[in-house]
Each structure stands twice: as C-alpha cells, then as structure tokens.
C-alpha cells in the first residue's frame, strides 16, 4: 500500500497507475475506521484494479466545532486496516493540501431541494462542506468509480447529484449499512458513547426494523407515532428526525413506492444517523 501525504505524491503515483488503465476505486473516508469502511474498501476491490481511500476529517462540513475537535483519530490502526484489507493507496492530505487558500465552501443548495431537508436542515452548511471536499477530491483522484455507504444516506444522492451536475465520468456504487451484533450501524462516533448510551442507542434500529417489518401493515404516519413513542421511552435519547420519505427526492409522500426510513437522534452528547429502506 502506497501512502501519499501530498496532492503531488498522489498525482506522481496514480498518473502511473493511469498510463496502465487501471481502474481507480475511490473511497472518501474520515478515517476512525471500522468494518462499515472496510466494506466499501472490499467492494471497491472487486470491480478496480486500483483502490484508493483518502482519509481526511473535513473542517468545512462540521457545523459544530466540538463536534470537530472531538472527531475520533485512529490513524495507525487505520492503516494497519487498510493494509490488511489490501487498498492500494491511502490518501492524507492536510487542510492546506485541500483547501490552500482557506475553508471556503461551494454552495450545494445548485444540487437541489435534497440538500436542505433532514441533514440539510439540522446541520446547516454541513452539505456545503461535503460538496466542497468531494469536489476537491473527485478533481485530484479522477475516479472511475466511487464508493459510499447507505449509513450517509441522504450524502448518496448529493454524491449522485453531484456527478451528474458536473457531468462526470464516474459510477457511483452504494455499499450496504453494516451494522454490530445488536443492530446498531457502526459509525466512527459510536466510540463515543458510554455504555448506558450505547445499550440506548440499540433502540435506534429497533425503532426502524418496526416501521420496516410493518410497511404495508399500517399507515406510514402510525408507524412513525409508535416508533417515536417506543424511543421516547428512553431518556438518554432525543430525537431530531424521524420520517418515512420517497427514497428519491426525499420530499414526503401519500404513497411511498420506493422509500426511506430516516432517523437522526443525540445518543448523549453523541450525534447518531441511521435509516432503512422500505420494501
Ligand atoms: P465517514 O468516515 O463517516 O465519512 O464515512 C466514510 C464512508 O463510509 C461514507 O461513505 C459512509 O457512508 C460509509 N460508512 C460509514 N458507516 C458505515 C456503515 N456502518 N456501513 C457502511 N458504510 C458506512
């Protein structure tokens, strides 16, 4: 594995990748890595000769600067993991590499109405932040595909979108939510939680599995009610968000074909995303 700290390192090593057609794999990380990152790194294997995984804790799409500072930093395990997992090249650049001439952001509000509702509207000018970063990343890797998880879910359209509105010629691949034992999705903040928030934060899913395993049982805003009730039950858990939404522009819907179950909720002082898709 090839580790590139400097735009000009990785410039050097995947033109020569390039110049023999190999097919680059990209998957855009913040590092703290668990087996959710693995996943898409091992997806990203299957269908590229060249896999590429950058890690790098974005300041611009943090709306709150705790939240930053406080980021978890793992980066000698990440490595050893991305060794083992056989990524070709890991990219860590420092904020001046990607943002050399400070932390403006571009305006994501061009891709859509997707970009202003849930995340949009909880974490104001997080997807600015997102959109700006994988601008700057997609124009210096040059990917033939890339790779995230449905974790971010709502970040998966915005990356669709985005590669549509700038007409470029990557494939965008969705890998699946892995989740722990418990059906808690893994996240890099669930390090975070002390355990009577992580025993709370089990519910989370719980909450989603019964909207899901009653979809064409009882009415959507039924379901919604009966979820909320069952999480509200639990103290350490406040909820932002919870909705059933067309899975394509997000917007509520009287009959949902293909949807989305979203949920946000502070676990604690832990800020926790999570959704399914309903059949
Ligand atoms: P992050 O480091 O949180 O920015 O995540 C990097 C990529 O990993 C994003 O595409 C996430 O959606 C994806 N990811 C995060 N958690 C999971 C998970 N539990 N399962 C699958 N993919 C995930």
């Given at each position: 594995?090839?580790?590139?700290?400097?735009i000009?390192?990785?410039?050097?090593?995947?033109?020569?990748?390039?110049?023999?057609?190999?097919?680059?794999?990209?998957?855009?990380?913040?590092?703290?890595?668990h087996?959710?990152?693995?996943?898409?790194?091992?997806?990203?294997?299957?269908?590229?000769?060249?896999?590429?995984?950058?890690?790098?804790?974005?300041?611009?799409q943090?709306?709150?600067?705790?939240?930053?500072?406080?980021?978890?930093?793992?980066?000698?395990?990440?490595?050893?993991?991305?060794?083992?997992?056989?990524?070709?090249?890991?990219?860590i650049?420092?904020?001046?590499?990607?943002?050399p001439?400070?932390?403006?952001?571009?305006?994501?509000?061009?891709?859509?109405?997707?970009?202003?509702?849930?995340?949009?509207?909880?974490?104001?000018?997080?997807?600015?932040?997102?959109?700006?970063?994988?601008?700057?990343?997609?124009?210096?890797?040059?990917?033939?595909?890339?790779?995230?998880?449905?974790?971010?879910?709502?970040?998966?359209?915005?990356?669709?979108?985005?590669i549509?509105?700038?007409?470029?010629?990557?494939?965008?691949?969705?890998?699946?939510?892995?989740?722990?034992?418990d059906?808690?999705?893994?996240?890099?903040?669930?390090?975070?939680?002390?355990?009577?928030?992580?025993?709370?934060?089990?519910?989370?899913?719980?909450?989603?599995?019964?909207?899901?395993?009653?979809?064409?049982?009882?009415?959507?805003?039924?379901?919604?009610?009966?979820?909320?009730?069952?999480?509200?039950?639990?103290?350490?858990?406040?909820i932002?968000?919870?909705?059933?939404?067309?899975?394509?522009?997000?917007?509520?819907?009287?009959?949902?074909?293909?949807?989305?179950?979203?949920?946000?909720?502070?676990?604690?002082?832990?800020?926790?995303?999570?959704?399914?898709?309903?059949?």
């Amino acid at each position: 594995m090839i580790l590139c700290k400097t735009i000009s390192d990785l410039t050097k090593v995947l033109s020569a990748k390039k110049a023999f057609n190999q097919t680059i794999g990209f998957v855009p990380t913040m590092g703290a890595l668990h087996a959710g990152h693995l996943s898409l790194v091992k997806q990203a294997k299957q269908k590229s000769t060249c896999v590429v995984c950058s890690i790098f804790v974005n300041p611009t799409q943090f709306n709150q600067q705790s939240d930053l500072v406080n980021y978890p930093k793992t980066i000698d395990i990440d490595l050893k993991l991305l060794a083992e997992s056989e990524c070709d090249v890991v990219f860590i650049p420092s904020t001046d590499e990607i943002y050399p001439t400070g932390l403006q952001k571009m305006d994501a509000s061009v891709l859509g109405s997707l970009t202003t509702v849930f995340e949009g509207a909880f974490r104001p000018g997080h997807f600015d932040g997102v959109y700006t970063v994988l601008t700057r990343l997609f124009d210096l890797v040059e990917p033939n595909l890339v790779y995230f998880g449905q974790k971010d879910f709502q970040q998966c359209l915005l990356v669709q979108k985005l590669i549509e509105f700038q007409q470029l010629p990557i494939t965008f691949c969705m890998g699946d939510i892995v989740r722990e034992k418990d059906g808690l999705a893994m996240s890099s903040r669930n390090i975070r939680l002390n355990s009577a928030e992580r025993k709370a934060a089990t519910e989370i899913y719980k909450a989603l599995s019964l909207i899901k395993d009653n979809w064409h049982k009882s009415a959507a805003s039924e379901l919604i009610a009966i979820a909320k009730n069952q999480l509200e039950l639990q103290q350490l858990i406040q909820i932002e968000y919870l909705n059933c939404v067309d899975a394509n522009t997000l917007q509520v819907a009287e009959d949902i074909k293909n949807g989305v179950c979203l949920i946000a909720v502070n676990c604690g002082n832990t800020r926790l995303i999570d959704n399914v898709l309903l059949p």
